[in-house]
């Protein structure tokens, strides 16, 4: 007889975890080596730093690699491997403008101070399938990046800061004032450490959505872009750049650079609904690990929609995005479905069948 | 960049690390931080003092997947130590592929004693049943749980079922099974049936059968909860009044087994689980409980073991 089907528990497991392994590595083509992931699939690399909530391009290509290129599940690898590391301190406030820039736009100006900077992107080119990268030559490619670089003149040193463009607005007075601040600075939340509580404090908000799944924001944002909502955004300002992490030396008090990461960092305007107050408008905030544009879009648009005091969508109610847009906590639920339900099946099976019982005989009441 | 992961200094044995799996060593005695375990403890025992009182904690993300235990696992490794005996459970039986997954987890990080006898173990970690056995004052039960708010069936804001679980206004929940009955003439409620712990906290007992939620009554074992993905942890002290919600002329009741009985060991006392035969295309019964059932069968036949049982 058929004695229940999941049981038999250590066994499975260890044939599960050897076809996975034939199914990564049982072709014939060369292994992946976790450095070839993180300089040539570097998006796959920042996603998921941004969404495994830690800045280790080496540990997010390993994770990918381990993954088979499943982003949810290498963020999730990250993620326990991240719970396992001390809380040793918390960085100083970073100041964005200081940011080595590798690309900066504004869809709010035609002209910026410092100006506009393309950098690497693929908005502009059509997305043809390269053939040529079938059979790519590692020597002659490498040719042709060395050339690109041969005749180029150094550069006049960059500003080491570029002016934000949302400052060109505040100081008009178009900008919706900064809330007053109490005196006291509203105390950091860190939501690795306590439980997320509503109404959430701005760190807890901006914490959420920079550690979001990209797909998952992404939907949330474009239902509210699209019409189930009132955001109309406009992007202020788009930046991909590395910036210094500071740290105050816990002994000697001293602030010291401990390191650099690429972020991306996106400020997006739009016009607050009147209430009765002069218009103005109000900016929403993204920033995220890595260079991930639609993820720190999609971030400064429900950074903005959930401000809102009344929601009158889904991606307006803070409580309903901040608890959603977690892939790691959606994916696992999600994917629990495939557990064994069978004693709360069969306790469901009880009351429905009892109810279809109680049902015959009320209309065969002779039955 | 190393892989390897600074350890906290807090050896619990002098020889913990050799007794420590290869790779095992990487990760602290529990694998959670001391920070993390300090918090759970803590909040574990405002949740023992607040019976059936949902307490936020910051839980920690962990090897295995949200929704598949995450909140049990922080409990039990925040409470297991070298003198611990445990015993894990799915859906009641013993090696159910999850249950052998945290086993192996928590066999690895800590190398606790594993048991299936229900008696043998301090400490059980279980989804969605409570052993058939009755549990006894030194043992300690720590549910997963799905979703700890009981509220959720009514209401879907956090902030709201805080409020309402402050003011202990439960009336939605008492109207949502009054219009059960007036819609179907029964409460519908299956499993994770709603119950009232110490006449004060509305709690989410997990996805329990009904047929279990009288063994949540003044029990003499600490019945502990925790929702690893909504953060969340609860407690039922030994001897702590739970019941169901219910009216006057409504009783509660549990699961009907009419006079089925369990195919292999003839336990008619038991929740069962439906099987249907793959051959025949009978509707056959087992427990659900595994461990207990192997119990009984081999106090009916001590002579004549089956083959089955010899499985381990």
Same mark, same amino acid.
């Not at chain 1, 690497?120 to 690109?148: G, H, I, M």
């Given at each position: 007889?058929?004695?229940?089907?999941?049981?038999?528990? =250590?066994?499975?497991?260890?044939?599960?975890?050897?076809?996975?392994?034939?199914? #990564? =590595?049982?072709?014939?083509?060369?292994?992946?080596?976790?450095?070839?992931?993180?300089?040539?699939?570097?998006f796959a690399v920042d996603r998921v730093m941004g969404e495994g909530s830690l800045y280790?391009?080496?540990?997010a290509?390993?994770a990918f690699?381990q993954a088979a290129g499943d982003t949810l599940e290498a963020a999730f690898i990250l993620r326990a491997y991240r719970t396992?590391? %001390?809380?040793?301190?918390?960085?100083?406030?970073?100041?964005? &403008?200081?940011?080595?820039?590798? #690309? #900066?736009?504004?869809?709010?100006?035609?002209?910026?101070?410092?100006?506009?900077? *393309?950098?690497?992107?693929?908005?502009?080119?059509? #997305?043809?399938?390269?053939?040529?990268?079938? =059979?790519?030559?590692?020597?002659?490619?490498?040719?042709?990046?060395?050339? *690109?670089?041969? &005749?180029?003149?150094?550069?006049?040193?960059?500003?080491?800061?570029?002016?934000?463009?949302?400052?060109?607005?505040?100081?008009?007075?178009?900008? !919706?004032?900064?809330? !007053?601040?109490?005196?006291?600075?509203?105390?950091?939340?860190?939501i690795t450490?306590?439980?997320l509580?509503?109404?959430?404090?701005?760190?807890?908000?901006l914490q959420s959505l920079a550690r979001g799944e990209t797909g998952g924001m992404l939907a949330l944002a474009y239902?509210?872009?699209?019409?189930?909502?009132?955001?109309?955004?406009?992007?202020?300002?788009?930046?991909?750049?590395?910036? %210094?992490?500071?740290?105050?030396?816990?002994?000697?008090?001293?602030?010291?650079?401990?390191?650099?990461?690429?972020?991306?960092? =996106?400020?997006?305007?739009?016009?607050?609904?009147?209430?009765?107050?002069?218009?103005?408008?109000?900016?929403?905030?993204g @920033?995220c690990f890595g260079?991930n544009?639609t993820k720190a879009?999609a971030m400064?648009?429900l950074?903005?929609?959930?401000?809102?005091?009344?929601?009158?969508?889904?991606?307006?109610?803070?409580?309903f995005v901040l608890t959603h847009v977690d892939g790691i906590e959606s994916m696992g639920f999600c994917n629990h479905y495939? @557990? %064994?339900?069978?004693?709360?099946?069969?306790?469901?099976?009880?009351?429905?069948?009892?109810?279809?019982?109680?049902?015959?005989?009320?209309?065969?009441? @002779?039955? | 960049?190393?892989?390897?992961?600074?350890?906290?200094?807090?050896?619990?044995? +002098?020889?913990?690390?050799?007794?420590?799996?290869?790779?095992?060593?990487?990760? +602290?005695?529990?694998? /959670? $931080?001391?920070?993390?375990?300090?918090?759970?403890?803590?909040?574990?025992?405002?949740?023992?003092?607040?019976?059936?009182?949902?307490?936020?904690?910051?839980s920690r993300e962990m090897p295995i997947a949200r929704g598949w235990?995450t909140?049990? /696992?922080?409990?039990?490794?925040? /409470?297991?130590?070298?003198?611990?005996?445990?015993?894990?459970?799915?859906?009641?039986?013993?090696?159910?592929?999850?249950?052998?997954?945290?086993?192996?987890?928590?066999?690895?990080?800590?190398?606790?004693?594993?048991?299936?006898?229900?008696?043998?173990?301090?400490?059980?970690?279980?989804?969605?049943?409570?052993?058939?056995?009755?549990?006894?004052?030194?043992?300690?039960?720590?549910?997963?749980?799905?979703?700890?708010?009981?509220?959720?069936?009514?209401?879907?804001?956090?902030?709201?079922?805080?409020?309402?679980?402050?003011?202990?206004?439960?009336?939605?929940?008492?109207?949502? /099974?009054?219009?059960?009955?007036?819609?179907?003439?029964?409460?519908?409620?299956?499993?994770?049936?709603?119950?009232?712990?110490?006449?004060?906290?509305?709690?989410?007992?997990?996805?329990?059968?009904?047929?279990?939620?009288?063994?949540?009554?003044?029990?003499?074992?600490?019945?502990?909860?925790?929702?690893g993905r909504e953060k969340?942890?609860?407690?039922?002290?030994?001897?702590?009044?739970?019941?169901?919600?219910?009216?006057?002329?409504?009783?509660?009741?549990?699961?009907?087994? $009419?006079?089925?009985?369990?195919?292999?060991?003839? +336990?008619?006392?038991?929740?069962?689980?439906?099987?249907?035969?793959?051959?025949?295309?009978?509707?056959?019964?087992?427990?659900?409980?595994? +461990?207990?059932?192997?119990?009984?069968?081999?106090?009916?036949?001590?002579?004549?073991?089956?083959?089955?049982?010899?499985?381990?």
């Amino acid at each position: 007889m058929g004695y229940v089907a999941v049981r038999g528990g =250590a066994a499975a497991i260890e044939n599960a975890a050897q076809f996975s392994l034939v199914r #990564r =590595a049982g072709g014939d083509s060369n292994l992946l080596e976790p450095a070839q992931i993180r300089d040539q699939l570097h998006f796959a690399v920042d996603r998921v730093m941004g969404e495994g909530s830690l800045y280790a391009p080496d540990l997010a290509a390993l994770a990918f690699k381990q993954a088979a290129g499943d982003t949810l599940e290498a963020a999730f690898i990250l993620r326990a491997y991240r719970t396992t590391l %001390p809380r040793l301190g918390y960085a100083e406030p970073i100041a964005t &403008d200081a940011m080595r820039l590798i #690309r #900066r736009i504004s869809a709010a100006f035609k002209d910026i101070p410092g100006g506009q900077l *393309l950098g690497p992107t693929s908005d502009y080119t059509l #997305r043809l399938l390269n053939f040529d990268l079938q =059979a790519e030559s590692s020597a002659r490619t490498r040719e042709a990046v060395a050339q *690109l670089f041969k &005749d180029t003149a150094p550069l006049a040193p960059l500003p080491e800061r570029f002016p934000k463009v949302v400052e060109m607005l505040r100081r008009e007075g178009l900008l !919706a004032p900064r809330p !007053a601040s109490s005196g006291k600075e509203e105390p950091l939340v860190d939501i690795t450490r306590q439980a997320l509580t509503f109404p959430a404090a701005r760190s807890a908000q901006l914490q959420s959505l920079a550690r979001g799944e990209t797909g998952g924001m992404l939907a949330l944002a474009y239902s509210n872009m699209r019409g189930y909502g009132s955001v109309h955004p406009v992007i202020g300002e788009l930046r991909v750049g590395y910036l %210094p992490v500071p740290y105050k030396n816990p002994v000697s008090g001293v602030v010291e650079t401990i390191g650099e990461i690429l972020v991306t960092e =996106a400020e997006v305007i739009s016009r607050i609904a009147d209430d009765g107050g002069p218009a103005v408008f109000s900016l929403g905030y993204g @920033l995220c690990f890595g260079h991930n544009e639609t993820k720190a879009i999609a971030m400064a648009v429900l950074d903005r929609a959930i401000a809102a005091t009344e929601p009158a969508a889904p991606s307006e109610d803070q409580e309903f995005v901040l608890t959603h847009v977690d892939g790691i906590e959606s994916m696992g639920f999600c994917n629990h479905y495939k @557990l %064994p339900h069978y004693v709360t099946f069969q306790s469901e099976l009880d009351r429905l069948r009892n109810i279809q019982a109680e049902e015959t005989s009320a209309r065969d009441p @002779l039955s | 960049m190393t892989l390897s992961v600074p350890l906290e200094p807090m050896p619990p044995t +002098a020889d913990w690390r050799d007794r420590l799996p290869t790779e095992g060593d990487r990760y +602290a005695y529990g694998f /959670l $931080d001391e920070g993390a375990k300090r918090e759970i403890r803590r909040k574990l025992l405002k949740a023992v003092a607040i019976p059936g009182c949902q307490v936020a904690f910051g839980s920690r993300e962990m090897p295995i997947a949200r929704g598949w235990g995450t909140g049990g /696992l922080q409990l039990t490794l925040a /409470l297991i130590g070298p003198q611990d005996v445990l015993k894990v459970i799915d859906q009641g039986a013993d090696d159910s592929v999850n249950a052998v997954n945290i086993k192996r987890f928590v066999k690895r990080v800590t190398d606790a004693a594993l048991t299936t006898d229900t008696a043998a173990a301090t400490l059980i970690q279980t989804r969605h049943r409570i052993p058939e056995e009755p549990l006894r004052p030194h043992q300690v039960l720590v549910f997963q749980v799905p979703i700890p708010e009981p509220l959720r069936l009514v209401e879907p804001s956090e902030r709201t079922t805080r409020r309402m679980h402050a003011e202990a206004d439960y009336s939605r929940m008492w109207l949502y /099974l009054y219009e059960d009955i007036v819609k179907f003439k029964a409460i519908t409620v299956g499993a994770r049936y709603p119950v009232m712990v110490n006449r004060r906290h509305l709690m989410d007992p997990s996805p329990i059968p009904r047929w279990d939620v009288p063994k949540l009554n003044r029990g003499e074992a600490l019945l502990l909860f925790c929702a690893g993905r909504e953060k969340r942890i609860y407690a039922v002290p030994p001897h702590t009044r739970v019941e169901p919600l219910a009216f006057e002329d409504f009783a509660f009741r549990v699961e009907a087994f $009419d006079d089925r009985r369990c195919e292999r060991c003839g +336990a008619t006392t038991t929740f069962l689980d439906e099987v249907v035969d793959d051959k025949t295309g009978r509707r056959v019964y087992s427990c659900s409980d595994t +461990a207990f059932c192997d119990k009984i069968r081999r106090r009916g036949d001590r002579e004549t073991p089956s083959p089955e049982e010899k499985r381990g």
